[in-house]
């Protein structure tokens, strides 16, 4: 499973991809408000940062605004994606974009459906928010797996993208279930590593080594 970071923040995002876990990163209106940054200069750092895609999105709601955004947040490097809501105007100017050979992300998708025509417009992701069911009482996971079968009776190329994951077990979950992409913020990819029984396991064989007085 491909990482994405799922935020603004430069420096976050440069020490991050020098992990070499970082596949791309993810922004949206409110991360770029967060960041505090002009977005078009925020995006070309992080363009110019991370080799993968990194959506940037349209704050259009209309077709042809969305259109004119998403072509003029294309020019800004080679690795841009667009972001467009999944509505029926974002899905059309999907279409048109991709066929101009840009990487378009779907976002805000909470239905199969929704995932469905984003599919049939030719996203490059779709991005299904399993935080934010899970935040109403519904099961972002099923969605998840719901898209999976979906996309693989069809043979669909869109990946998932698997947005608005707040915990570890999304992560685990979510790699289970098969999306291509999980996009997370640079905390959560900070939890990944930890156990208890790492840090106590490591403590003992530190101190034992110690009492051999060896060196390697
Ligand atoms: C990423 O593309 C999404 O915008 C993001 O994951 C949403 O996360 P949130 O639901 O925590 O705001």
């Known amino acids: 499973m491909k990482f994405?970071?799922?935020?603004?923040?430069?420096d976050a995002i440069r020490h991050w991809n020098e992990t070499g876990l970082v596949d791309g990163v993810t922004t949206n209106p409110s991360l770029i408000l967060k960041s505090g940054r002009d977005i078009t200069e925020v995006l070309k750092e992080i363009c110019d940062i991370v080799q993968g895609p990194v959506s940037g999105e349209v704050?259009?709601?209309?077709?042809?605004?969305?259109?004119?955004?998403?072509?003029?947040l294309a020019k800004i490097a080679d690795n841009i994606c667009i972001k467009l809501p999944t509505t029926m105007d974002g899905i059309r100017a999907c279409n048109v974009l991709t066929n101009e050979g840009e990487m378009v992300n779907m976002t805000l998708c909470f239905t199969a459906n929704q995932a469905l025509l984003a599919a049939k417009a030719g996203a490059t992701f779709i991005s299904p928010f399993i935080g934010r069911l899970d935040d109403i009482g519904l099961d972002g996971m099923e969605l998840i797996e719901e898209i999976r079968a979906i996309y693989d009776n069809y043979v669909y190329d869109t990946e998932i993208l698997a947005a608005s994951i707040r915990t570890v077990n999304h992560v685990k979950d979510c790699a289970l279930?098969?999306?291509?992409?999980?996009?997370?913020?640079?905390?959560?990819?900070?939890?990944?590593v930890k156990h208890p029984l790492t840090d106590s396991g490591l403590e003992k064989f530190l101190a034992d080594w110690k009492?051999?007085?060896?060196?390697?």
Request: hydrophobic share 35%; aromatic share 4%; net charge negative.
């Open 211 to 216: 009492e051999t007085g060896q060196s390697i």
């Open 4 to 10: 994405f970071l799922d935020t603004a923040d430069v």
């Open 59 to 72: 704050a259009a709601t209309e077709y042809d605004a969305m259109l004119e955004e998403g072509r003029t």
């Open 177 to 192: 279930a098969g999306a291509d992409v999980g996009t997370m913020p640079p905390s959560t990819i900070e939890q990944l």
